[in-house]
C-alpha cells in the first residue's frame, strides 16, 4: 500500500485536497472566503469533520480552515515531521541490579498519534533513557513490549501472557519485574497476577500513570522510578501497584495486589489501599515498609505460575428493583460463575431469589460481595442475608468485587468442582480476604472539618 | 620592536581602572539617554520592536473549568499547598525546547498554594478540561474583529510548554482565534501577527533558592494576547502601540481593567541583534526607557563580540578554568556569605575578559551582571553570588586577587570570578558562566528579561521557541461558523482609530483622550452629546478633568460607574439647570453613589433662582461696589459682583453668560 498523502481527511476535506493536489505536510497557501491562511497541512484527527483542513501556521499554533471557504491552495514546500524520542544506550554498571519492564501499552513514555490525536507509548530502554535518564541511576533496565492494548482491553489472554513472561524472567534471574501499564484496570492485573505468579522470589511492581508523559507535569517518570527503586531495591517480593501516595510529587504507595482499586478517575493519587494501609512508600531513596509482614526477596528462583482463566464469569451489581429475568439471563447465556455486588452488609431483593435459586440449580458459582468496597460480606445479620446463604450464594468476606470476579474465573479455569472452587476462593493468597481490618484501614476524612482542614494546609496535598 | 615592547609593558603596568572602562564603551557604542535621542539615534542601531499584549477578560468562570473568575488571595492565604516538578517532553515536530533544558537543569521544587474558593482539581492538573468558556471565545472573536484579522474556521487547542511552574499542568493551554490583522496610529499603521485566547498563568509569591511558589487564584482566568509584527521603530511608538491595543480591547466593555489585567511582553532587537522578549511590563510608561536600554544593551554585546573575536582567534576552544578554594581565604563574610556557611566556593578564570567585565551594558549596569544574573536563574545561586576583578569598588582587594590569578594561572588580559553556592549547584553553576562566556562570541542571546522601574532588565529564562506546542489530547477542535462571526461583526463597537478621529473632531481637548479610551467613555460622549445635546468637549473634561480629580482623592466604591454621569447630565438638562453644576454634584454623587440628584442638591444648599431675578441684582451690586470700592484695579469691581453672584448663579445660569451681563 502506498503511503497515505492525505492522512485523516475524509470527504470533502478529501475532496479539495485532492482537487489542488495538497498533500499533508506541505506548507501551503490557503486562499479562502475569510482571507489568505499560510502554514504545513498537517494530519487530521479521526472522528472529527470533513469541513476543515488544519495548518501549523508559523508561530507554531495549529488553526483550522473552512474547507467550503477555500477558493484554491498553493503548495510553497514539503517537510515531513518525524516525530522521536532521542534514543540513547541504556547503560549498562554492574554493580545495579537488573530489571524487567514487561511492556502492555500504557503511557509511561508517549508520543503523539495524528490518527487518534491521542497520545501512544514509546518503549524501548534506549527511548525510556532519553526520557527518564535517572533510570541508569537505580538500574540496569531491559525492556520487552509484550503487547500493546489499552488498559480497558486487556484480558484473560493477556493476564496468562504476562504470567508466563514474569516467569520465564524470575526463572534466567532477574531481579526485579516492572509491568508497565494503563490504569484504569490495572487492579484488576495486579489480581491476576497476584493469583497466577505464586510464590515469587522478586518484587513485581505495576505501574501505570495518570497524566500521560507527554505532558511536563506528568507523574510517569517519577512514578516509573520509584517502580525502578522497588523492583531494583525493595525486599518485599509480592505483586504491587506503585503509584502516587499524594497528588505531589512526593512518595509512591506499593499497594498490595489484591487490595488496592483506583477511586479517582483523574486524580495522580487515585490508587488506594482499601480495607488495610498500603504495604509500603517508596521515594528515589528506597522502600519504607508500613506493613512488616510481606514476601521477602529470595535468592531462589522458585517461582510458581498457573495461566488458569475462565471467561463465563461475570459481575452483577445490585440495584434496587433489580428483577429476577436479569439472573436468568447470564444462566442463560451460560455463565459459570458470578459475582454479586450487593447493598450493604450484601444483600439483594425478595423478587430475584427464585432466579437465584435456579442458577444455583444449574451448577452456576455466586459469591456476595459488598458495594461498600470497606467491610465484610455478614450475612448472617438480616433474614435476607440468611435466606441468600440458605439459596447457596457463598460470602466472599472483604474481597474486593474486582478481586472476586478475577479470583473466580481463575478457580473456575482450574476445575469445575464447585467444592473446590469455594475451597480456594475462601483460602487467601495475598490478603484478598484479610482475617481482621485495621482500623486505619478505612480513613476517608471530610473537608471543612477543622482539624481535618489544619492537617492538608500542614502536609503536602 | 624594542620601543614597542616597552609601550606595551607600561600599559600592562598601569592597573586597569574599571571604571574608565564602562564609561569608555559607554561612549564608544555610542549609547546615548533617551531624552537625547532622536530617530536618526534608533535609525543608527536598526531598532525594532513588536508586542504581545495581554488582557484578562471580563467573564464570570475561568476558561477551561467552573471556578469563579477574579477572586483573588493573599500570599500566604491558602487551604492547601502542594509540590510537583516539570520535565521537558518532545513538541509535535520531536524536538526538545531550550527553556524546558534550561528549567529542568534548575531543579526547582514548584509548590502551589491552592484557596478551595478559586481553584479546584482543574487548575492543579488533577483533572482534564471542561469544554472551553464560550463567554470568552466570544470575547476573543469580537477583539479579533476589530483588529481586522481573520478568524479562523476551526478553533485548535494547543499546549504551549512553560516549565517555570507558573501553570501546573507544564503548558498553557492557548488558541489562535485570529490571524494578519492591523492598527491604525497616528502615522502608521501596524501589523498584527495573530490573537489567541489562553488561560492565565500562577502568580509567584516567592524564588528562592530551589523554591518556587506560587497561587493559584489567577491561574485558568481567560486572557487574550494580541501579537505586533516588530514594526516599531522607536521607543515611543511602542507605547503609543500598547495603549491603542489596550484602549480596542476595552472599547468593547468586556475585559478587566484592574492592576495587572493588561500586560504585555515587549520584543526588542537591534541590527545583528536577536529578538528578546522583555516580560509582563505593566505599565505602558515604562516602555519607552525599556525598549531604548534593550536596544542599546544588545548594540553594547554586539561591541563585546567584536572586541572578543578579534581578541581571541579560536573562539571554538575558549574555556574556563576553576578551582575551589576555602571561604576563609577570601574573608567572604564581607560579600555578605555567613561564617560557617557550608557553601562552596570558587574561583573562575575568563580568559581574555579584560574589559568585557566592566564593559557597559546599560546604565548602571556592566557585562558581568549577565553572569549574576544567570546564576541567580539558572544555577539557584541567590545574590549576592559572585564578585568579579573588575568591580567598581573592590572589596576583595588586589592582594587576594593576585593570589587568585596564580591559583588559577591566569595570564594578563584574562579576568577572574569568585562565586559560591551549595554544593550540589556547583556543576551547573560552572556550566552556566562557560555557556554566558561563549555566548559573548556570537553576540546576543535568545532569552526573556524582567523589568524593573527604573529601565534595565535582567536575564529570566532562555527564550522558547515555537518546539514547544503541543495539540492538546484533552480537548476537541471548535469550528466557528460564518454566522457565529456574522453575528459577532452586528454587535462590535467603533474602531478605536475612529473613535480617535471622533475626539479630534468634537475638539475634545488631547490630555483627555487617554482617559477617555482606556476607560471606553467614547460612548458616554456620544450618547450625551447627540441624546442631551451636551458638548463632548464639556463631558470629556467633565470625566478627564473633575472625575479624575476626583478619584484620585476618595476610595473608590463599587456603586459608582460612569453611566451615572450621563444619568447626572441627563438629569441638568431635564431640570434646566446650568451645567457648571455637574462639577460639584459630581464630588457628591462619587462619594454617596446611591443618593438621588434631589438629595445632593439640597446638600449643596442650591436653590432654583430665575434668571431674571439673579440679573436684577446686578445693578444693585454695581452701585454697592462703587460704594466700598475695595480695589484701584480697573477689573477689581467686576470680580466683586462675580464673586457675591457666583454661589446663587451656578446651575441656575451659565457664569459665562452672567460675566458678559455684568459688564453691560
Not at chain 2, 492538546?472 to 474602531?495: C, G, M, N, Q
Amino acid at each position: 500500500m502506498s503511503e497515505d498523502i492525505f492522512q485523516g481527511y475524509k470527504g470533502h476535506a478529501l475532496e479539495v485536497l485532492q482537487k489542488y493536489n495538497a498533500r499533508v505536510w506541505a506548507k501551503v497557501r490557503v486562499d479562502s472566503s475569510r482571507g489568505v491562511f499560510e502554514g504545513t497541512i498537517l494530519p487530521r484527527a479521526e472522528n472529527t469533520d470533513d469541513k476543515h483542513l488544519v495548518l501549523k501556521i508559523f508561530t507554531g499554533y495549529n488553526i483550522g480552515v473552512s474547507i467550503d471557504g477555500i477558493s484554491n491552495i498553493t503548495e510553497l514546500g514539503y517537510k515531513k515531521a518525524v516525530y522521536k524520542i532521542p534514543e540513547k544506550e541504556f547503560p549498562y554498571s554492574k554493580d545495579k541490579p537488573n530489571v524487567k519492564l514487561l511492556g502492555t501499552g500504557g503511557t509511561i513514555a508517549s508520543r503523539l498519534d495524528y490518527r487518534t490525536g491521542a497520545v501512544i507509548p514509546a518503549f524501548s530502554p534506549g527511548e525510556l533513557y532519553g526520557a527518564v535518564p535517572e533510570l541508569a541511576d537505580i538500574c540496569n533496565l531491559t525492556t520487552e513490549k509484550l503487547f500493546a492494548v489499552f488498559s480497558e482491553n486487556m484480558g484473560p489472554e493477556q493476564y496468562k501472557k504476562l504470567a508466563i513472561a514474569i516467569g520465564n524472567e524470575i526463572e534466567k534471574g532477574i531481579d526485579g519485574i516492572i509491568i508497565g501499564h494503563g490504569t484504569d484496570t490495572l487492579h484488576y492485573t495486579s489480581a491476576a497476577l497476584t493469583f497466577m505468579v505464586q510464590n515469587s522470589p522478586v518484587p513485581i511492581v505495576l505501574v501505570g500513570s495518570q497524566r500521560s508523559s507527554d505532558r511536563p507535569s506528568s507523574d510517569a517518570a517519577l512514578n516509573l522510578m520509584h517502580a525502578a527503586t522497588a523492583a531494583a531495591h525493595g525486599d518485599i517480593a509480592e505483586v504491587m501497584v506503585c503509584m502516587f501516595g499524594p497528588t505531589s510529587d512526593e512518595y509512591g504507595f506499593l499497594h498490595g495486589g489484591t487490595r488496592v482499586r483506583k477511586m479517582h478517575s483523574s486524580y495522580r493519587s487515585t490508587f488506594r489501599t482499601i480495607g488495610d494501609t498500603p504495604l509500603a512508600t517508596v521515594t528515589r531513596q528506597g522502600v519504607t515498609p508500613i506493613k512488616h509482614d510481606y514476601n521477602r526477596r529470595r535468592k531462589d528462583r522458585n517461582v510458581k505460575i498457573f495461566p488458569y482463566y475462565e471467561e463465563k464469569v461475570t459481575m452483577v451489581y445490585y440495584y434496587t428493583n433489580m428483577k429476577p429475568d436479569v439472573i436468568d439471563a447470564l444462566v442463560d447465556a451460560g455463565y459459570k460463575g458470578i459475582i454479586i455486588i450487593g447493598t450493604g452488609l450484601g444483600h439483594v431483593n425478595k423478587p430475584i431469589y427464585p432466579a437465584i435459586e435456579r442458577a444455583i440449580a444449574k451448577g452456576v458459582a455466586i459469591y456476595m460481595t459488598v458495594q461498600t468496597l470497606w467491610g465484610y460480606v455478614h450475612m448472617f445479620v438480616y433474614d435476607t442475608g440468611r435466606d441468600l446463604m440458605a439459596k447457596g450464594i457463598i460470602p466472599a468476606e472483604n474481597m474486593l468485587p474486582e478481586v472476586a470476579f478475577i479470583k473466580l474465573s481463575w478457580a473456575l479455569g482450574q476445575t469445575s468442582d464447585l467444592e473446590e472452587v469455594k475451597r480456594i476462593m475462601l483460602t487467601p493468597i495475598n490478603n484478598e480476604i484479610t482475617p481482621r481490618e485495621p482500623y486505619n484501614g478505612y480513613l476517608i476524612y471530610q473537608g471543612g472539618v477543622p482539624e481535618v482542614e489544619e492537617f492538608i494546609r500542614k502536609f503536602h496535598k | 620592536m624594542q620601543t614597542r615592547k616597552s609601550f606595551s609593558t607600561d600599559r600592562m603596568k598601569q592597573p586597569f581602572d574599571p571604571r574608565r572602562n564602562h564609561a569608555e564603551t559607554q561612549q564608544k557604542i555610542g549609547y546615548i539617554t533617551r531624552k537625547n535621542a532622536t530617530q536618526a539615534d534608533y535609525d543608527r542601531i536598526c531598532f525594532m520592536s513588536g508586542l504581545e499584549v495581554h488582557q484578562q477578560l471580563k467573564t464570570r468562570k475561568k476558561l477551561f473549568c467552573r471556578c469563579p473568575s477574579g477572586i483573588y488571595q493573599k500570599p500566604d492565604d491558602f487551604d492547601a499547598e502542594l509540590i510537583r516538578h516539570m520535565r521537558p517532553t518532545l513538541s509535535e515536530l520531536g524536538e526538545y525546547d531550550g527553556t524546558a533544558l534550561m528549567e529542568f537543569r534548575t531543579r526547582k521544587n514548584i509548590i502551589y498554594r491552592i484557596k478551595n474558593q478559586s481553584a479546584c482539581t482543574y487548575e492543579v492538573d488533577d483533572t482534564p478540561p471542561f469544554p472551553l468558556n464560550m463567554d470568552a471565545l466570544g470575547i476573543s472573536i469580537d477583539i479579533a474583529l476589530l483588529s481586522k484579522m481573520k478568524v479562523v474556521g476551526e478553533v485548535h487547542i494547543t499546549r504551549k510548554q512553560y516549565l517555570d511552574g507558573s501553570i501546573p499542568t507544564g503548558f498553557q493551554r492557548t488558541a489562535i482565534i485570529g490571524i494578519e490583522g492591523e492598527i491604525e496610529l497616528k502615522n502608521k499603521k501596524v501589523r498584527l501577527i495573530q490573537l489567541s485566547l489562553e488561560e492565565d498563568a500562577c502568580r509567584e509569591v516567592s524564588d528562592i533558592g530551589h523554591i518556587r511558589v506560587f497561587r493559584t487564584d489567577r491561574l485558568g482566568m481567560p486572557l487574550i494576547e494580541t501579537v505586533t509584527y516588530p514594526d516599531f521603530k522607536n521607543p515611543d511608538e511602542v507605547k503609543e502601540g500598547a495603549d491603542y491595543i489596550r484602549f480596542l480591547n476595552r472599547s468593547t466593555g468586556k475585559v478587566l481593567t484592574g492592576i495587572g489585567s493588561t500586560r504585555a511582553d515587549v520584543n526588542v532587537s537591534c541590527k545583528g541583534g536577536t529578538r528578546v522578549e522583555i516580560k509582563g511590563v505593566s505599565h505602558t510608561s515604562w516602555m519607552p526607557e525599556l525598549t531604548h536600554n534593550e536596544a542599546f544593551r544588545q548594540w553594547a554585546l554586539l561591541a563585546i563580540k567584536e572586541i572578543l573575536n578579534a581578541k581571541v582567534k579560536d573562539k571554538t576552544s575558549w574555556k574556563i578554568s576553576w578551582k575551589e578554594v576555602k571561604p576563609k581565604d577570601f574573608k567572604l563574610e564581607n560579600l555578605g556569605v555567613p561564617k560557617n556557611s557550608t557553601l562552596k566556593v570558587y574561583i573562575v578564570n575568563l580568559p581574555q575578559f579584560q574589559g568585557i567585565l566592566s564593559h557597559f551594558t546599560q546604565p548602571g549596569k556592566m557585562f558581568a551582571d549577565e553572569f549574576s544574573d544567570r546564576l541567580k536563574v539558572i544555577a539557584c545561586l541567590e545574590k549576592p553570588n559572585m564578585v568579579h576583578s573588575e568591580m567598581f569598588d573592590d572589596i576583595v582587594g588586589e592582594k587576594a586577587w593576585t593570589k587568585v590569578r596564580s591559583l588559577l594561572g591566569s595570564k594578563d588580559g584574562d579576568a577572574q570570578i569568585i562565586f559560591w553556592g551549595p554544593e550540589d549547584d556547583i556543576k551547573t553553576a560552572l556550566e552556566t558562566i562557560e555557556e554566558r562566556g561563549k555566548m559573548a562570541f556570537t553576540g546576543v542571546p535568545n532569552e526573556t528579561r524582567k523589568s524593573f522601574e527604573d529601565g534595565t532588565t535582567i536575564f529570566e529564562r532562555v527564550l522558547p521557541g515555537a518546539d514547544r506546542m503541543y495539540p492538546d489530547t484533552d480537548s476537541a477542535p471548535i469550528p466557528l461558523d460564518d454566522a457565529a462571526i456574522d453575528e459577532a461583526i452586528k454587535r462590535l463597537p467603533e474602531v478605536v482609530s475612529t473613535r480617535i478621529r471622533q475626539l479630534i473632531e468634537w475638539k475634545v481637548p488631547e490630555d483627555t483622550h487617554t482617559y477617555i479610551l482606556k476607560n471606553n467613555l467614547v460612548p458616554i460622549l456620544e450618547k450625551a452629546q447627540t441624546e442631551l445635546q451636551v458638548p463632548a468637549r464639556f463631558t470629556a473634561t467633565l470625566l478627564a478633568h473633575t472625575l479624575k480629580h476626583i478619584q484620585g482623592h476618595n476610595p473608590a466604591l463599587p456603586e459608582f460607574t460612569y453611566e451615572k454621569v450621563y444619568d447626572l447630565l441627563q438629569y441638568i438638562v431635564k431640570q434646566h439647570l446650568d451645567l457648571a453644576i455637574a462639577r460639584q454634584i459630581l464630588l457628591h454623587l462619587y462619594q454617596h453613589p446611591k443618593m438621588d440628584f434631589d438629595s445632593i442638591l439640597t446638600t449643596l444648599n442650591f436653590k432654583p433662582i430665575p434668571e431674571s431675578e439673579i440679573l436684577g441684582k446686578i445693578p444693585f451690586l454695581v452701585r454697592k461696589y462703587k460704594e466700598i470700592r475695595t480695589s484701584k484695579e480697573e477689573s477689581a469691581g467686576h470680580r466683586w459682583v462675580m464673586g457675591n453672584l457666583r454661589k446663587i448663579a451656578t446651575g441656575n445660569i451659565s457664569l459665562r453668560e452672567l460675566s458678559q451681563r455684568i459688564d453691560k
